[in-house]
Every structure is written in structure tokens, then in C-alpha cells.
């Protein structure tokens, strides 16, 4: 599952895939908080793939790569313990059209946890792990 070269055209092979496991299709990311439990969950579990920039309908919207990488970056850092080892990737999609701009894709690779447990630091300080189950994230 993990790519050996990431471009678009791997973008449209894992868009023929279903949510599952090792792969989730997320818009955008509008909680450091809630991604934080995914990377816990895919970390402890098989590692996988997260394609932001992707709709429901798994069409490539796009987005900014500096903010969605911003927000990864810090829901590891924040919310993360200890942090999950991940490698974040932006992909070029080229239009369709000439009436259409180039659009921006950010693949995180989410690596299995080597180093034990991750866990996500909950707002009373707690902390708790995820495992991934089917394209949920359970508390371990």
C-alpha cells in the first residue's frame, strides 16, 4: 500500500479504493484534535494513508498545502505522545482544462508505531490510545 513513486496518477489509484483501515479521504483538516486520533489509530495499528484534499465523493477538490501540512505538523506535535512517524507528500494535479488551475494534494504516510504505544492527549490531560478498525478509530 505504501507508494514506491507518489504522483497524480497513484493519487487516482487510491481513489478506487475504499475508506478502510490503511486509507482515509478527508476535504480538509478543521481539527488538529481529530486528525491527531487517526494518526494514533493508524500508527498503532498498520500504518496507512491520508489524502486530504479529496471529497466525499472522492472528486480532487484541492487544497492549500502549507495550511494542511501546518495542521498535521502541529496535531502530531500537540496532541500526540510520543509523536507518530509520518512523511507528508504534495501531489500536483494538473487541470482538466485550460479554464482550470493546477490543484494541490497533501498524502501523509502514516508509518507503524516501532517505538511502542501513541497516544492522543485528551483536554483533560489524559492521555489515550486509538486503534484503527475498518475506516473507524477506536479507543484501544
Known amino acids: 500500500m505504501f507508494p514506491k ?15 478502510g483501515e490503511q486509507l482515509e479521504f478527508k476535504q480538509q483538516i478543521s481539527s488538529q484534535e481529530k486528525i491527531a486520533k487517526t494518526l494514533s489509530a493508524m500508527s498503532n495499528s498498520a500504518g496507512g494513508l491520508i489524502l486530504i484534499g479529496v471529497s466525499d465523493q472522492r472528486k480532487l477538490i484541492g487544497i492549500d498545502p502549507d495550511e494542511e501540512h501546518y495542521m498535521i505538523e502541529g496535531a502530531n506535535q500537540d496532541f500526540c505522545s510520543p509523536k507518530a512517524d509520518l512523511e507528508l507528500q504534495v501531489v500536483t494535479i494538473n487541470p482538466e482544462s485550460i479554464y482550470e488551475e493546477e490543484k494541490y494534494i497533501l498524502l501523509v504516510i502514516v508509518h507503524p508505531s516501532k517505538g511502542g504505544t501513541i497516544y492522543v492527549k485528551q483536554r483533560d490531560g489524559t492521555l489515550r490510545a486509538y486503534r484503527r478498525v475498518g475506516e473507524e478509530n477506536l479507543i484501544a
Do not use: A, S, T, W
Open 5 to 19: 513513486k507518489i504522483d497524480q496518477e497513484f493519487v487516482n489509484q487510491l481513489l478506487l479504493k475504499v475508506e
